[in-house]
């Protein structure tokens, strides 16, 4: 049971898609996916409702997903710098989020 989890990296690993369980770890604060495979991000993450930290840099994730509005804790997208020019003018992002763009080094 990782139900009290707070972070989790996925950084690196060669996985494509988020596993259904996700949406269960409702303590969890900080999710990084960065530099996977990973080309859609399950709805089942509006459940993490202490989410604040999102890391999507250099996944495939190329369109934001509509759901991330519902994130209302979410305070920090971690973007590359294609994301984020796709991102920029998405209605899907809350407005008072800070963007971290990262570079491909």
Do not use: M
């Not at 770890?25 to 996916?33: G, M």
């Not at 604040?52 to 590359?80: E, I, M, Y």
């Amino acid at each position: 049971q990782l139900t009290n989890l707070r972070e989790l990296s996925l950084n690196s690993n060669p996985i494509s898609y988020l596993p259904s369980g996700i949406g269960q770890l409702t303590k969890l604060d900080t999710l990084d996916l960065s530099y996977t495979n990973i080309s859609s991000i399950r709805k089942t993450l509006t459940n993490l409702r202490d989410l604040r930290t999102l890391n999507l840099a250099h996944t495939r994730c190329g369109v934001p997903p509509s759901f991330l509005r519902q994130l209302r804790r979410l305070h920090v997208l971690a973007l590359d710098k294609e994301q984020a020019e796709a991102y920029k003018n998405s209605p899907s992002i809350p407005l008072d989020i800070k963007w971290i763009i990262k570079s491909t080094e």
